[in-house]
């Protein structure tokens, strides 16, 4: 609330400036302190009344923007899903933007699961900021570790205008009749470097996507991805941001290798600026000193980038978080 203050009122001090500029703009030839107003003192005029106009627009674009309600889903709780068989998921439904959203209902979409809408018809209004409880019961047409179910988010914002989100969460379902078992405890650091270099690249997709990332691209899987990885989209308040994914199965790594990636960035945003991340994320299998991390956090700070490492032990807990991934890549069965 304090920020769309601060935006209304910027809006009106540029209303003014701008309202002023507009009075005062000069034409070519026309008498002012004594002289002909020259073809530079107008150009210069002309310029900061395009700049005010835009910086108008930027502001009412957010402030219409700060009206609009997010919704997400967080808070998933199963128990003993099993296939063919009703059962009920709970999960809390979040309203993450700035304005109220209506007439709110939560269904799963897609082949593998069948569903009735959650316990209300529908949640008649969730102000910004809050959460509401719901449950939805469910079929599962399938059994496995990670069986996908796509939630389908529907509801109005302020003016009734309809907005759809989608999410996508991974259940453990079990046989007919049976409850899931348990996955067998690791206590060992997983031995990342045993892996092939293709095969460590799609150990890093598929985590990707088990992180809360979204429409990952496996692009060095066909060569010439100019430091690319992986690509994939993190969902946020404020739309989604793309970030690169550099995967290094290395026992051991530098600054230097790191920065020689981040390189390769800034020469394809010279040729196609819209591919410009928000940041990028190094996936490495060894660790990484806190020297390296500095140097190369600073280095792609200074390019206006964020960055993040999920090197060996931060790697193996985030793997472990997902049991097919360990069945996957390292034939640890359930």
Not at 32 to 38: K, L, Q, T, V
Not at 142 to 153: K, Y
Request: with cysteine.
């Amino acid at each position: 609330m304090d920020r769309t203050k601060s935006l209304e009122r910027k809006l009106a001090e540029t209303q003014e400036e701008l309202t002023l500029a507009l009075a005062l703009r000069p034409k070519q030839g026309e008498e002012g302190r004594g002289h002909s107003y020259a073809a530079v003192e107008v150009a210069q005029q002309q310029q900061r009344v395009r700049q005010l106009q835009r910086r108008m627009r930027e502001i009412e674009t957010e402030l219409k923007r700060r009206q609009h309600p997010i919704v997400t889903i967080t808070d998933v709780q199963q128990e003993g899903l099993a296939r063919d068989i009703w059962s009920q998921l709970q999960f809390g439904v979040c309203n993450e933007g700035y304005g109220p959203a209506h007439d709110l209902t939560v269904r799963a979409a897609g082949d593998l699961f069948d569903s009735q809408t959650a316990d209300t018809p529908h949640i008649p209004t969730l102000e910004a900021g809050s959460k509401y409880v719901a449950r939805l019961d469910v079929c599962p047409h399938e059994h496995g570790d990670d069986v996908p179910l796509r939630l389908c988010i529907e509801y109005e914002d302020h003016t009734g205008t309809p907005h759809t989100r989608e999410r996508t969460i991974r259940l453990r379902v079990g046989e007919s009749g049976s409850s899931p078992v348990p996955i067998q405890a690791t206590r060992h650091v997983l031995s990342f470097t045993k892996l092939s270099p293709l095969n460590f690249e799609r150990l890093c997709l598929w985590l990707v996507e088990r992180e809360g990332y979204e429409r990952g691209e496996h692009l060095g899987l066909v060569g010439s991805e100019q430091g690319r990885d992986v690509v994939a989209y993190k969902p946020t308040p404020q739309g989604e941001e793309l970030w690169y994914f550099q995967c290094k199965r290395y026992r051991s790594i530098s600054a230097s290798v790191l920065e020689k990636e981040v390189d390769k960035y800034l020469e394809l945003a010279q040729e196609k600026p819209h591919l410009w991340p928000k940041g990028v994320v190094f996936v490495v299998s060894c660790a990484v000193p806190a020297r390296v991390r500095d140097q190369v956090s600073e280095y792609c700070e200074q390019q206006g980038l964020a960055c993040e490492f999920w090197a060996s032990t931060e790697l193996d807990m985030r793997v472990k978080r997902h049991p097919v991934l360990l069945k996957e890549f390292f034939n640890l069965t359930p």
